[in-house]
């Protein structure tokens, strides 16, 4: 089944401690993306990949990280987590390294950093 | 700078009550305008993309359409099912960067 899977799924932490989020898609896709979503603001581009090892930032890239050392996957990295960082997280990916095409998006993760 | 405002924020309407969502946008030099379902606790679900103003698509009950500022999803004759948040979505000028839209919410009365 094609997917894009994230995991954790839930993940509560405390402030400053590191932690990771991983996104894997199995549809071979070039571009894959991250996005935050937070109510009356909608989704927000954190950041983007057109292939392996290319990378840009998006719209709200401050306090996050990212890597993409294998096309399947993009790890999502908040160095040191803030309260302001507790959100919805949605990993994405499209065929294509434009990205005009549909965007497949994982489950979600939901973020709470006290 | 781009932007993409959705209106209403919520809408309620009765089971076979037709309406229309709007998607206005300020992007230079659209390159694709997207619409996504979302359904609570879930990832958005891709329902349509245009390219010119002009374009209309349809699937089951929903329609989109397209002019140089503005798409709508018309949504012919709701079912309770077709409760969910719409997000629209305009990609730039080089085509990396999406801009979503903060959703309208639909609800559907039996």
């Known amino acids: 089944e094609a997917q894009v899977t994230q995991n954790p799924r839930y993940l509560i932490t405390v402030t400053g401690k590191k932690l990771t989020v991983t996104c894997s898609q199995n549809m071979n896709h070039e571009y894959m993306s991250w996005y935050r979503q937070d109510p009356g603001l909608g989704l927000r581009q954190i950041y983007y990949?057109?292939?392996?090892?290319?990378?840009d930032k998006g719209d709200v890239p401050e306090g996050y990280k990212v890597s993409r050392k294998e096309k399947r996957n993009f790890p999502l990295i908040l160095e040191s987590p803030s309260p302001n960082q507790t959100s919805l997280y949605f990993c994405?990916?499209?065929?294509?390294?434009?990205?005009?095409?549909?965007?497949?998006f994982g489950p979600g993760t939901r973020l709470t950093v006290l | 700078e781009d932007q993409v405002t959705q209106s209403p924020e919520a809408l309620r309407l009765q089971e076979g009550e037709s309406s229309s969502l709007n998607c206005s946008y300020t992007?230079?030099?659209?390159?694709?305008l997207f619409w996504y379902r979302q359904d609570p606790g879930k990832g958005p679900e891709f329902l349509f993309t245009?390219?010119?103003a002009g374009e209309e698509k349809e699937k089951e009950r929903l329609k989109a359409t397209l002019t140089k500022k503005e798409s709508f999803l018309h949504i012919t004759a709701p079912k309770p099912e077709d409760s969910a948040t719409y997000l629209c979505?305009?990609?730039?000028?080089?085509?990396?960067?999406?801009?979503f839209g903060a959703g309208t919410r639909l609800f559907v009365k039996a």
């Open positions: 245009l390219y010119s």
């Open positions: 992007v230079s030099g659209l390159r694709g």
């Open positions: 990949s057109m292939n392996v090892e290319v990378t």
């Open positions: 979505a305009a990609r730039d000028t080089g085509g990396f960067k999406t801009i």
């Open positions: 994405a990916s499209s065929s294509g390294q434009g990205a005009l095409n549909e965007q497949f």
